[in-house]
């Protein structure tokens, strides 16, 4: 591992240094490397030195397989090997906090979107809950631990408990573009779309190269906004809109009046989640939308592409 301290006003050469170590001391290694920096740039870090630990980088190695695959394919399929790698993660190190968040992360998806570990979005919500509580156990100060709690207590309509971890998280780790987007889904719910749309943009300007995803909450935000024509052009931003995210592009052609488009979009969606249904989508929605009126423009909007009853 190489790293490197650059001084971004002129590009002057501040620091740098390379490390060769077991895998196992890896994060030793970034102990080392945020010491250094903290260093340098005036400040100190009073923590105890981690210990060389294999398995819990094993543990780590798995989380961020099953990451990578949900983020290559946001679908069932890919929500499958989030859950496959999430428990390998958990068998390499039951005491590292990784295989737990995946685990929650993997529930958390499922209930909102396809509905194949449980047979109803509560419980499996609250599967979810159980894995990120005990992922906050062996890790309080992770910030991921807190950002899965906090995206579980806004599905689940609990929006001071979910704004109040969010920014937890966000005390924790500023600087993760990710829980920065996601917090912007409970301020949509609440009605704050300004908020929710500058929190979106700080987080593409703490990431230039962000993922598709980013430009799908976007969408979102436009589409609360009623600005249905940019919503869509965010949309279409993403190199390649997943199934996951085919129910909103269905919800934002509605919104502009194209149903043929919205019925092709939303068959994509219902590939995936065959079960979906209007009462279905009131009884999982209404505790989270407390906007009057919003919920309803959604229902009516997704009775419009053709979602049945």
Known sequence: MTAQLLDARDGS????NSYNREIGDFFVVQEEIIRTLADRVGSSIERPLP???????????????GKAEIKEDFSAEGNELLRQFSLKAIDADPNSQFGYIGMAWHYRNDAVFWHKQENNDEEALKRAAEYADKAILLAPNDADSHHIRAQIHSEA?????????FNLAIALNPSDPNILVHSAGVLLNVGRTDDAIDRIEQAKGIDPFYPDWFNWQMGWALYEKNDCGAALTAMRKMSRIPSGARRMLAGIYACLG???EAKEALAVFLKDSPGDSISKQRRQWEKNYTVPGSLDRWIEHMRFAGLPE
């Open 13 to 16: 050469h501040v620091w740098a």
């Open 51 to 65: 210990k060389s630990d294999i398995a819990q980088v094993s543990a780590l190695s798995y989380y961020l397989m």
């Open 157 to 165: 309509g609990e929006v001071e408990l979910a704004l109040a971890r």
């Open 258 to 260: 194209n149903q043929q």
